[in-house]
Protein backbone atom coordinates (compact mmCIF):
# COMPACT_ATOMS: atom_id res chain seq x y z
CA UNK A 1 0.00 0.00 0.00
CA UNK A 2 1.07 3.27 -0.76
CA UNK A 3 1.75 5.96 1.83
CA UNK A 4 3.83 9.29 2.22
CA UNK A 5 4.89 10.82 5.70
CA UNK A 6 6.36 14.41 5.89
CA UNK A 7 8.86 15.06 8.86
CA UNK A 8 10.71 17.94 9.88
CA UNK A 9 10.83 21.33 12.10
CA UNK A 10 7.32 22.33 13.21
CA UNK A 11 9.37 25.95 14.08
CA UNK A 12 11.53 27.89 12.15
CA UNK A 13 12.69 31.30 12.54
CA UNK A 14 12.46 34.34 9.69
CA UNK A 15 15.67 33.98 7.39
CA UNK A 16 16.37 30.36 8.26
CA UNK A 17 16.34 27.44 5.92
CA UNK A 18 13.62 24.99 5.81
CA UNK A 19 14.46 21.27 5.30
CA UNK A 20 11.14 18.82 5.00
CA UNK A 21 12.04 14.95 4.21
CA UNK A 22 8.61 13.03 2.51
CA UNK A 23 9.10 9.39 3.21
CA UNK A 24 7.77 6.98 0.58
CA UNK A 25 6.50 3.33 0.69
CA UNK A 26 4.47 1.24 -1.65
CA UNK A 27 6.10 2.99 -4.88
CA UNK A 28 9.75 3.16 -5.92
CA UNK A 29 10.76 6.69 -6.73
CA UNK A 30 12.50 5.19 -10.12
CA UNK A 31 9.27 3.94 -11.64
CA UNK A 32 8.95 5.81 -15.27
CA UNK A 33 6.05 8.36 -14.82
CA UNK A 34 5.56 8.28 -11.19
CA UNK A 35 6.98 11.29 -9.07
CA UNK A 36 6.68 13.51 -5.85
CA UNK A 37 5.55 17.10 -5.83
CA UNK A 38 5.25 19.20 -2.60
CA UNK A 39 2.33 21.28 -1.78
CA UNK A 40 1.64 23.87 0.87
CA UNK A 41 -1.57 25.53 2.39
CA UNK A 42 -1.56 28.77 4.49
CA UNK A 43 -3.98 28.46 7.56
CA UNK A 44 -7.49 28.68 5.68
CA UNK A 45 -6.12 29.95 2.28
CA UNK A 46 -5.68 27.75 -0.97
CA UNK A 47 -3.04 25.03 -2.08
CA UNK A 48 -0.42 26.28 -3.65
CA UNK A 49 2.03 23.99 -6.05
CA UNK A 50 5.45 23.94 -4.81
CA UNK A 51 8.23 21.76 -6.77
CA UNK A 52 7.79 18.22 -8.50
CA UNK A 53 10.92 15.43 -9.23
CA UNK A 54 10.41 12.96 -11.66
CA UNK A 55 11.79 9.82 -11.78
CA UNK A 56 14.60 10.58 -14.36
CA UNK A 57 15.49 12.87 -11.25
CA UNK A 58 14.11 16.04 -13.69
CA UNK A 59 13.03 18.77 -11.17
CA UNK A 60 10.06 21.94 -11.79
CA UNK A 61 9.64 24.43 -9.85
CA UNK A 62 6.62 26.89 -8.58
CA UNK A 63 7.86 30.31 -11.03
CA UNK A 64 7.54 32.81 -7.58
CA UNK A 65 9.76 30.45 -5.37
CA UNK A 66 12.28 28.65 -7.54
CA UNK A 67 14.72 30.82 -6.73
CA UNK A 68 13.98 29.62 -3.19
CA UNK A 69 13.64 25.87 -3.47
CA UNK A 70 15.33 22.52 -4.16
CA UNK A 71 13.84 19.73 -4.75
CA UNK A 72 15.98 16.23 -4.52
CA UNK A 73 15.81 12.68 -3.81
CA UNK A 74 17.44 9.20 -2.19
CA UNK A 75 15.84 6.57 -4.22
CA UNK A 76 17.96 4.18 -2.01
CA UNK A 77 16.17 5.96 1.23
CA UNK A 78 12.67 6.49 -0.65
CA UNK A 79 12.75 9.84 0.05
CA UNK A 80 12.39 13.25 -1.39
CA UNK A 81 13.51 16.24 0.07
CA UNK A 82 12.82 19.90 -0.08
CA UNK A 83 14.84 22.33 1.02
CA UNK A 84 13.48 26.45 1.40
CA UNK A 85 15.35 29.13 2.23
CA UNK A 86 14.68 32.64 3.65
CA UNK A 87 11.89 31.49 5.65
CA UNK A 88 9.23 34.29 6.57
CA UNK A 89 6.38 34.38 8.23
CA UNK A 90 4.01 34.31 5.39
CA UNK A 91 5.31 30.64 4.34
CA UNK A 92 3.55 29.78 7.87
CA UNK A 93 1.39 26.63 6.27
CA UNK A 94 0.73 22.87 5.90
CA UNK A 95 3.38 21.10 3.69
CA UNK A 96 2.16 18.40 1.68
CA UNK A 97 4.06 15.60 -0.55
CA UNK A 98 2.03 13.67 -3.07
CA UNK A 99 2.62 11.01 -5.46
CA UNK A 100 2.31 12.36 -9.04
CA UNK A 101 0.86 9.13 -11.16
CA UNK A 102 1.02 9.83 -14.76
CA UNK A 103 1.52 5.96 -16.01
CA UNK A 104 -1.50 6.57 -18.20
CA UNK A 105 -1.24 9.67 -19.52
CA UNK A 106 -3.42 11.64 -17.71
CA UNK A 107 -1.53 12.44 -14.60
CA UNK A 108 -2.94 13.37 -11.01
CA UNK A 109 -1.92 13.63 -7.27
CA UNK A 110 -3.78 10.14 -6.09
CA UNK A 111 -1.43 9.80 -2.49
CA UNK A 112 -0.53 12.53 -0.12
CA UNK A 113 0.42 12.53 3.10
CA UNK A 114 -1.00 13.79 6.17
CA UNK A 115 0.44 17.30 5.68
CA UNK A 116 3.04 18.76 8.52
CA UNK A 117 2.40 22.33 9.56
CA UNK A 118 5.79 24.50 9.51
CA UNK A 119 5.18 28.03 11.47
CA UNK A 120 7.72 30.86 10.69
CA UNK A 121 8.28 32.97 14.07
CA UNK A 122 11.01 34.38 16.10
CA UNK B 1 1.91 30.45 -15.42
CA UNK B 2 -1.71 29.27 -16.09
CA UNK B 3 -4.22 30.87 -13.78
CA UNK B 4 -7.11 28.58 -12.61
CA UNK B 5 -10.11 30.73 -11.58
CA UNK B 6 -13.23 28.78 -9.63
CA UNK B 7 -16.35 29.81 -8.95
CA UNK B 8 -18.19 30.36 -6.62
CA UNK B 9 -15.63 30.81 -3.67
CA UNK B 10 -18.21 29.37 -1.56
CA UNK B 11 -21.75 27.72 -1.74
CA UNK B 12 -24.61 26.70 0.21
CA UNK B 13 -27.29 24.20 -0.43
CA UNK B 14 -29.58 21.59 0.59
CA UNK B 15 -29.14 18.19 0.93
CA UNK B 16 -30.26 15.74 -2.05
CA UNK B 17 -29.92 19.07 -4.20
CA UNK B 18 -27.49 19.28 -7.45
CA UNK B 19 -24.57 21.29 -7.30
CA UNK B 20 -21.76 23.06 -9.90
CA UNK B 21 -18.57 24.77 -9.23
CA UNK B 22 -16.87 26.05 -12.25
CA UNK B 23 -13.12 26.56 -13.18
CA UNK B 24 -11.73 28.53 -15.86
CA UNK B 25 -8.26 28.29 -17.27
CA UNK B 26 -6.44 31.42 -18.62
CA UNK B 27 -5.43 29.54 -21.62
CA UNK B 28 -6.42 26.42 -23.11
CA UNK B 29 -5.39 23.35 -21.15
CA UNK B 30 -7.12 20.70 -23.50
CA UNK B 31 -8.20 18.04 -20.94
CA UNK B 32 -5.40 18.26 -18.17
CA UNK B 33 -7.42 18.94 -15.32
CA UNK B 34 -8.12 17.38 -12.18
CA UNK B 35 -10.76 17.81 -8.92
CA UNK B 36 -9.60 17.52 -5.42
CA UNK B 37 -12.10 17.16 -2.69
CA UNK B 38 -10.42 18.48 0.78
CA UNK B 39 -11.91 17.51 4.00
CA UNK B 40 -10.81 20.13 7.55
CA UNK B 41 -7.81 19.05 8.61
CA UNK B 42 -7.41 16.31 6.11
CA UNK B 43 -4.91 15.90 2.88
CA UNK B 44 -6.78 16.80 -0.49
CA UNK B 45 -8.26 13.70 -2.06
CA UNK B 46 -9.02 13.29 -6.06
CA UNK B 47 -11.58 12.44 -7.51
CA UNK B 48 -12.08 13.75 -11.20
CA UNK B 49 -8.88 13.18 -13.87
CA UNK B 50 -8.41 14.33 -17.05
CA UNK B 51 -11.43 16.77 -16.72
CA UNK B 52 -13.83 13.40 -16.44
CA UNK B 53 -12.84 10.21 -15.25
CA UNK B 54 -13.69 9.06 -11.95
CA UNK B 55 -11.47 8.34 -9.62
CA UNK B 56 -11.78 4.31 -8.26
CA UNK B 57 -13.72 4.44 -5.43
CA UNK B 58 -15.21 7.74 -5.68
CA UNK B 59 -19.17 7.79 -5.35
CA UNK B 60 -20.80 8.34 -9.22
CA UNK B 61 -22.91 11.35 -7.78
CA UNK B 62 -19.09 13.45 -8.74
CA UNK B 63 -19.35 13.95 -12.38
CA UNK B 64 -16.75 16.27 -14.59
CA UNK B 65 -16.92 17.86 -17.57
CA UNK B 66 -15.09 20.48 -19.93
CA UNK B 67 -12.22 21.08 -21.96
CA UNK B 68 -10.09 23.69 -23.54
CA UNK B 69 -10.38 26.31 -20.78
CA UNK B 70 -13.82 25.54 -19.02
CA UNK B 71 -14.79 22.98 -16.55
CA UNK B 72 -17.49 21.84 -14.24
CA UNK B 73 -17.94 19.53 -11.15
CA UNK B 74 -21.58 18.31 -10.82
CA UNK B 75 -22.32 16.89 -7.76
CA UNK B 76 -25.54 15.44 -8.89
CA UNK B 77 -27.43 15.04 -4.73
CA UNK B 78 -25.43 16.62 -2.50
CA UNK B 79 -25.04 14.44 0.96
CA UNK B 80 -23.52 15.81 4.05
CA UNK B 81 -20.41 14.16 3.70
CA UNK B 82 -19.80 16.21 0.79
CA UNK B 83 -19.16 19.03 3.13
CA UNK B 84 -15.56 20.28 2.16
CA UNK B 85 -13.55 22.32 -0.12
CA UNK B 86 -13.15 21.41 -3.89
CA UNK B 87 -9.70 22.36 -5.87
CA UNK B 88 -9.12 22.23 -9.28
CA UNK B 89 -5.65 21.56 -10.53
CA UNK B 90 -4.16 22.25 -14.45
CA UNK B 91 -1.57 19.83 -15.12
CA UNK B 92 -1.25 20.82 -18.82
CA UNK B 93 1.92 22.68 -18.50
CA UNK B 94 4.55 21.55 -15.79
CA UNK B 95 4.52 24.52 -13.61
CA UNK B 96 0.86 23.08 -12.10
CA UNK B 97 -1.69 25.47 -10.40
CA UNK B 98 -4.63 24.85 -8.11
CA UNK B 99 -7.94 27.20 -8.28
CA UNK B 100 -8.46 29.28 -5.47
CA UNK B 101 -11.40 26.60 -4.46
CA UNK B 102 -14.91 26.36 -3.56
CA UNK B 103 -16.60 25.68 -0.08
CA UNK B 104 -19.59 23.83 -0.16
CA UNK B 105 -21.65 23.84 3.18
CA UNK B 106 -25.27 22.32 3.63
CA UNK B 107 -28.17 24.57 4.56
Known amino acids: QVTLKESGPVLVKPTETLTLTCSVSGFSLSIARMGVSWIRQPPGKALEWLAHIFSNDEKSYSTSLKSRLTISKDTSKSQVVLTMTNMDPVDTATYYCARFDDSYGAGYFDYWGQGTLVTVSS | ?107
Open chain 2, 1 to 107: DIQMTQSPSSLSASVGDRVTITCRASQSISSNLNWYQQKPGKAPKLLIYAASSLQSGVPSRFSGSGSGTDFTLTISSLQPEDIATYYCQQIYSTLWTFGQGTKVEVK
